[in-house]
């Protein structure tokens, strides 16, 4: 089994920037791939994919709402990934969570295992 922890969430203003880590422990051998999803307010909200990083490489995918303004990285001496976000706005307002998959997939119903997230709220 694999365990995520999310932190770094908060309350930052318009332009503002946050950095959130994901802390991986437990069966890390069998990780392909980390992403970052989030899910805005409101019930039936779906996770929305927001970038992803190969455990192992390094390689990094993102969104479309995340490219210019999100940098995805790990550091596998700490067992954690990243997500720096900058320039942020109202529209990025959500509880981000980090998942674990076998293979490079965009979808969140492909992901074995998941923190329990962290609210980062983007408001004056």
């Known amino acids: 089994q694999v365990q995520l922890v999310e932190s770094g969430g908060g309350l930052v203003q318009p332009g503002g920037s946050l950095r959130l880590s994901c802390a991986v422990s437990?069966?890390?051998?069998?990780?392909?791939?980390v992403a970052w999803f989030r899910q805005h307010p409101g019930a039936g909200a779906e996770r929305e994919f927001v970038?992803?990083?190969?455990?192992?490489?390094?390689?990094?995918y993102y969104a479309d709402s995340a490219k210019g303004r999100f940098t995805v990285s790990r550091d596998n001496a700490e067992n954690t990934v990243y997500l720096q976000m900058n320039d942020l706005e109202s529209e990025d307002t959500a509880v981000y969570y980090c998942?674990?998959?076998?293979?490079?997939?965009?979808?969140?119903?492909?992901?074995?295992?998941w923190g329990q997230g962290t609210q980062v709220t983007v408001s004056p």
């Open positions: 998942g674990v998959a076998g293979r490079f997939t965009t979808k969140a119903s492909d992901y074995s295992y």
């Open positions: 437990g069966r890390t051998s069998s990780i392909y791939l």
């Open positions: 970038a992803t990083v190969r455990w192992n490489g390094g390689t990094t």
